[in-house]
C-alpha cells in the first residue's frame, strides 16, 4: 500500500468540496445518516483479518485487543446511528403562537442544527475507535457535518483501509462527493491549515498537551473562532480513603495492579496518581501492589515516539526529589517495551512539584501519602481538571469526608466509586471529558450519543407554516422524537 | 446614592468569597435556588417607582418601557425558577449496570452540574433584563453558580438599586455570603481581573464587538480557559422575495418602519440590513417607508457614547460610494436625539465594502438592491453571523428558492417568516445565539430557560451506591425529573 501525501496547498480545495457536501448531507433525513453509519460499520467487518493484521503491525496491540476494539467502534458506529435517527438529541422546544395574547405570542420552534465540516485528528492509542471511523467521525456524522481526517502517521495505513471503507459506504449510500476526506500528511503545516480554513466548523483531536493547545490556539485565532475538542491529558486520580484501607487494602492493590498495566498502561484513563493516608493500610496496600506489578509483564509500546516519551517522563518523575521508587516489573524489557512501575512520594514533595502532576504516559503510577485527611484534601485542590477521578471508599468514608468528596467532584468529569477508571462504557450516562487541561471544553463528551452535541448549534424558527418548517418540528410529529411542547416533554402530535 | 468603586487590588477577596459561596451554592436544592430567584423578582417589584425613575433619568428610556422591561425581568427570573425546579434541564441519564454481562456493565449516572462563578457585565440598552439581575444573572444563579456583576458605568445607580434587592433576597433566603457581588468601576483594569481571575468559571457579556472579543480574548489566553458568552453585534438581515412584494410591498414597508424606529433602534435585534430585488415592487417599498420613516420622531439615544457612536457610524455609512440617503425624519432632532434613517445600496457596493456590513446601532437602515436572486444569493454568502435572519416570502418564495433559503439558514440563530426581528420572547424554544461574530459561542442561548446550559457541565457517576447519589440521580426519582434511563425518557422510579 502506497501512502499518498496531502500538501498545504490541496487543504483549499478539500475544504472547499466538503463545504458543498455539507449542503447536501445537512438534509438528507436522519434515517439516511444512520443507514450510512450502519454501513460503514459493516464495511469495518468485510476489512476481515487483513485490517486487524496492518492495525497490529503498525501499533504492537494484540490481535485480540484490535478485535476488540474494531467491535467496540463499529458499536460505536451503530449506537449513534440509532441515537441519531430517535432524534431525541435534537432538543426540540417548541412553543405555539397565542395570536389573542397582546402582544401576540409568536409560534417558534427550536431544533439543533449541524455546524459544518469537522476536521478529526485521531488518537495514537486507539486505531480504530478514536481514529478514522471512531467516536468523532461517527459524532460527526449523525450530527450532519462531513469529516475530514488526518490520518496518525503512526497507523497510516490502517487509517488508509478504514477511510477507503468509509468511502466504500459513502458510494453505495449516494453519499454526496465530499462527505469524508482522508488526508496524510508528516508535516504541522497541513493541520494547521485544516483548522485555519474557513470552511471548517468543528475540530476534534485527542493525543498530547501540546497538539491539543496548538490547535484550539489556531482556532481561537480565526477571523471566525470555532470549537476545538481536544482530549489531551489526565493522571486520573484515585482516593484511599481510612475505613475502606483497613478492610480492603490487598484487595484494592490487586484491582489497580490490573488497571495500571492494563494495555501497558495506554489509556488516556489509566490511573496515575494514588492518593493514600500514610499508615500501616497503605503499606500493606504497597506491599500487595508491589508484588503484583513486579510479577507484571513489560509489553511493547504502541510506537517508538510513545516508547521515548515513556522513558523519558518515567525517569524524570522518578528522579524528583522525594520521589522513591518502590517497585519495577522484574522482567527485564524488550526494546520498546514499557516496565510496568510504581513510586511513592510525600504530599508536600507533590505539591511543591508540577512535574509530579504531569501524565507519564505509560505502565506507571505515583503513589502519594498524606499526613492525614487534611493533607489529602489541600493535595485534592492542587490538581488540575481530570477525565476521571476514583474514590475508594467506605459508606462512612464519604458521608464523613463532604469537603473532600466535593473538591473530588469539582476537578473531574467522571466519579468513579470502589472500581477502576479504566474501561470506557459506550452509552448515553458516559461522560468522556473534564476539566481543562483534561479537555479544552468540559461541557462535551467524547465518548456516548451524546458526543453527537459537539457538532450542532440551536436554529429558532419563528412563524413558520407547518408545511415549510423541516419534519422534526411539524405538528404532526412525523418522525415520533420526544419534543419540549409548551413547557412539557411528549411525543404528541400539535392538534 | 454614592457609588463605591471597587479597586483592581479588590478582585482576589470578592472572587474568593465566591468561589467559597459556590460549595456551599451548588448543594442547595433546586427548590432553595428556585425560591432565591423567585425573591429577587419579589425585591425587584417592591422597589417600586423610585427603580423606575431612576433608570429613566440613567438611559432616557421612557417609563411604559421601563415597566415592562421590569416585569420582563421578573417574568425571566420566575420562569427560569420554574424551569430550574423542574430539572429537565439536568438532562439526566442513566445507564443501570448489568452485572451479568462479561465484562460486567457498571452503573452510570449523569447530570449537569454548575461550572462555579459566573462573571456578568451588564448591557447598556436594557438595564433590567440583560443588567443586574437580567437574563445572565438567572440563569447562572439556577445553575447553581454565584454571580459576579460589573456594573454598566452609564446606569450604575439603577445597577446599584437592583444589586441591593438582590442582596435582600441573599439574605431573607438564607443565601451564602458572596453568593452575589457587585461591582462599579470606570475602568477596563478591573473587568480584566475578573475575567482572568482563577475563580471565575464563565463570563457573560452584552455589548460591542470590540469589548466581547477583549474579554474572550483574556479568557482563552488563562492557564485555564473558560468559556465566554458574548454577545456583540448583528445586523439581521431581512430578505424581500418576489412574489410576496408583489402583493404586500407597502405591508412590509409599514411593518418595518416600526421596528427599525422601535426603541430608537437600540436593540440588538433591529433590522439593520433588508435585501430586494431591483424592481417596481421594491420601489413601492422604499416609497411608502420613506414616508414612515420621514414622519418618524427623533427620540433621545440612552447615553452620549451610544448617541455619538450613532452619529458617527451613520455618517460613515452614509458616505460610503454608491449609498444613497432615500429618507430622514423630518423633525429637527434635539441634542442626544437618535434621526431616523434609511438608505440604499447596490449590491456590488455592498460586497466590495466590509464597513456596510457592520451593525450601526441606532435607527438605521439599509437597504440593498440587488439585480435578482442569484445576486441575492452571492449577498448572502458574503453575510457573517446574525442573531436573526428574516425572509419575507410567499410560500412559493420559499419553495422555489431553496438555495438562498439554506444560505440564510445557515447564517442566523433565528429565522424568522413573515413578521420582524425585534421582539425576543423569552420561552423554551427562543434561541437568542448566532454564529461569530454576533456571539462568541452559536451553541448557546441568552434568552429563555436553556440559558441555564451556558453555566453547567457533565458529571457522570459510576458505581455510586443509590443513598450517596444526588436525588437527581436517585432510584426513586423523588424530585419526579424526566430521565434517560437506558435510552428511554421516564419519570419512572428505577425498580
Given at each position: 500500500m502506497t501512502i499518498q501525501y496531502t500538501a498545504v496547498a490541496a487543504v483549499d480545495a478539500i475544504m472547499s468540496k466538503a463545504w458543498q457536501a455539507f449542503h447536501i448531507y445537512r438534509k438528507m433525513s436522519l434515517k439516511q445518516r444512520a443507514d450510512f453509519m450502519r454501513a460503514i460499520a459493516k464495511e469495518l467487518e468485510a476489512c476481515g483479518d487483513e485490517?486487524?493484521?496492518?492495525?497490529?503491525?503498525?501499533?504492537n496491540l494484540?490481535?485480540?485487543?484490535?478485535?476488540?476494539?474494531?467491535?467496540?467502534?463499529m458499536y460505536q458506529l451503530t449506537s449513534y446511528a440509532d441515537a441519531c435517527e430517535k432524534g431525541d438529541w435534537l432538543d426540540i422546544r417548541i412553543n405555539t403562537g397565542v395570536k389573542e395574547s397582546i402582544p401576540a405570542k409568536p409560534d417558534i420552534r427550536k431544533m439543533l442544527i449541524p455546524l459544518g465540516p469537522v476536521v478529526v485528528f485521531g488518537a495514537a492509542n486507539?486505531?480504530?475507535?478514536?481514529?478514522?471511523?471512531?467516536?468523532?467521525?461517527?459524532?460527526?456524522?449523525?450530527?450532519?457535518?462531513?469529516?475530514?481526517?488526518k490520518a496518525h502517521p503512526e497507523h497510516a495505513k490502517t487509517s488508509e483501509l478504514v477511510a477507503r471503507a468509509i468511502l466504500k459506504a459513502a458510494a453505495d449510500c449516494y453519499m454526496p462527493e465530499g462527505i469524508f476526506s482522508h488526508i496524510h500528511s508528516e508535516t504541522f503545516e497541513v493541520g494547521q491549515a485544516l483548522v485555519a480554513n474557513s470552511f471548517t466548523k468543528a475540530v476534534g483531536f485527542t493525543g498530547s498537551i501540546r497538539g491539543g493547545k496548538a490547535l484550539y490556539e489556531i482556532a481561537n485565532q480565526r477571523k471566525e473562532p470555532i470549537p476545538v475538542?481536544?482530549?489531551?491529558?489526565?493522571?486520573?486520580?484515585?482516593f484511599l480513603l481510612p475505613e475502606k484501607m483497613r478492610t480492603s487494602a490487598t484487595e484494592i492493590a490487586e484491582m489497580y495492579a490490573g488497571s495500571i498495566t492494563l494495555g501497558v498502561g495506554q489509556f488516556c484513563t489509566n490511573p496515575g496518581l494514588i492518593?493514600?493516608?500514610?499508615?500501616?493500610?497503605?503499606?500493606?496496600?504497597?506491599?500487595?501492589?508491589?508484588?503484583?506489578?513486579?510479577?507484571?509483564?513489560?509489553?511493547?509500546?504502541?510506537?517508538?515516539?510513545i516508547f521515548k516519551n515513556y522513558i523519558e517522563k518515567r525517569a524524570n518523575s522518578l528522579s524528583q526529589p522525594d520521589v522513591e521508587t518502590v517497585a519495577v516489573a522484574e522482567k527485564e524489557p524488550l526494546m520498546y517495551e514499557g516496565i510496568p512501575t510504581v513510586a511513592t512520594a510525600t504530599a508536600t514533595a507533590f505539591m511543591n512539584n508540577p512535574l509530579l502532576h504531569q501524565e507519564v504516559f505509560g505502565p506507571y503510577s505515583l503513589i502519594i501519602k498524606c499526613k492525614d485527611l487534611q493533607e489529602m484534601q489541600k493535595v485534592t485542590k492542587q490538581i488540575e481538571g481530570q477525565l476521571t477521578a476514583t474514590i475508594m471508599?467506605?459508606?462512612?468514608?464519604?458521608?464523613?469526608?463532604?469537603?473532600?468528596?466535593?473538591?473530588?467532584?469539582?476537578?473531574?468529569?467522571r466519579f468513579i466509586?470502589?472500581?477502576?477508571?479504566?474501561?470506557?462504557?459506550?452509552?448515553?450516562?458516559?461522560?468522556?471529558?473534564?476539566?481543562?487541561?483534561?479537555?479544552?471544553?468540559?461541557?462535551?463528551?467524547?465518548?456516548?450519543?451524546d458526543a453527537i452535541k459537539r457538532f450542532v448549534r440551536p436554529l429558532s424558527f419563528q412563524n413558520w407554516e407547518n408545511e415549510l418548517l423541516p419534519d422534526e418540528l411539524k405538528n404532526e410529529n412525523p418522525l415520533a422524537i420526544w419534543r419540549t411542547v409548551n413547557g412539557e416533554l411528549s411525543k404528541n402530535k400539535i392538534a
Open positions: 485490517l486487524l493484521e496492518v492495525a497490529m503491525s503498525e501499533t494484540p490481535m485480540a485487543r484490535l478485535k476488540n476494539e474494531r467491535a467496540r467502534t486507539f486505531p480504530f475507535a478514536y481514529s478514522t471511523a471512531g467516536g468523532d467521525t461517527a459524532s460527526a456524522f449523525a450530527a450532519g457535518c462531513p469529516v475530514i481526517v475538542f481536544a482530549e489531551m491529558s489526565s493522571i486520573n486520580p484515585v492518593i493514600g493516608i500514610d499508615n500501616e493500610d497503605l503499606n500493606k496496600f504497597i506491599s500487595s501492589l508491589s508484588i503484583a506489578i513486579k510479577n507484571a509483564t513489560p509489553a511493547a509500546m504502541l510506537n517508538t515516539g471508599g467506605s459508606v462512612n468514608d464519604i458521608k464523613e469526608n463532604e469537603g473532600l468528596i466535593d473538591a473530588v467532584k469539582n476537578i473531574c468529569g466509586l470502589n472500581a477502576v477508571p479504566t474501561g470506557v462504557e459506550v452509552c448515553e450516562a458516559m461522560h468522556h471529558g473534564g476539566p481543562f487541561p483534561s479537555t479544552t471544553d468540559s461541557r462535551f463528551t467524547a465518548v456516548g450519543p
